[in-house]
């Protein structure tokens, strides 16, 4: 979600709108010790619950670059992609790629300062509901120093 984040590989990256993905919660089922020194975020499968963030407009030159800053060509495989319809807060609904965490180390993993901050940013920029920005900035961390987003996954 944070912009900063995102023009490192996607420069062309337009925000659309924030988006609501119901049935999926928000988690930290990965740990990044390299890039992030901590849980990395993932959506997962919850019929209750649901995920905000924001909807972007990448070009098609990007995508790979969209899919290595995400760990999608590592072996083992860092993310993968997934499509689902997510609802905007502008009210149309559009069908999105998402990413959701090939291989789930465990649930509630603490991000690190750095990581954390990168999702607060971004769920301002993105103008997510007031509750869930509350929420974002709300999680705790693991207060682990450093974090660098330049890093290759």
């Not at 290595?68 to 590592?74: A, S, T």
């Amino acid at each position: 979600m944070d912009p900063d984040r995102l023009h490192i590989n996607c420069p062309s990256a337009k925000l659309v709108s924030a988006g609501n993905l119901l049935g999926y919660r928000l988690d930290f089922t990965k740990t990044s010790e390299k890039r992030w020194r901590g849980g990395v975020a993932d959506i997962v499968q919850d019929s209750e619950a649901n995920v905000w963030g924001g909807i972007w407009l990448i070009s098609e030159s990007e995508s790979d670059a969209l899919d290595r800053q995400e760990g999608v060509h590592l072996s083992p495989q860092g993310y993968h992609r997934l499509e689902v319809k997510i609802r905007g807060s502008n009210g149309r609904q559009y069908t999105c790629r998402t990413y959701e965490v090939s291989s789930r180390e465990g649930f509630g993993l603490l991000p690190s300062p750095a990581y954390k901050s990168t999702l607060v940013r971004g769920s301002r920029y993105c103008d997510l509901p007031s509750d869930y920005q509350i929420y974002i900035g709300k999680l705790p961390d693991n207060g682990n120093s450093g974090g660098d987003p330049n890093l290759s996954p």
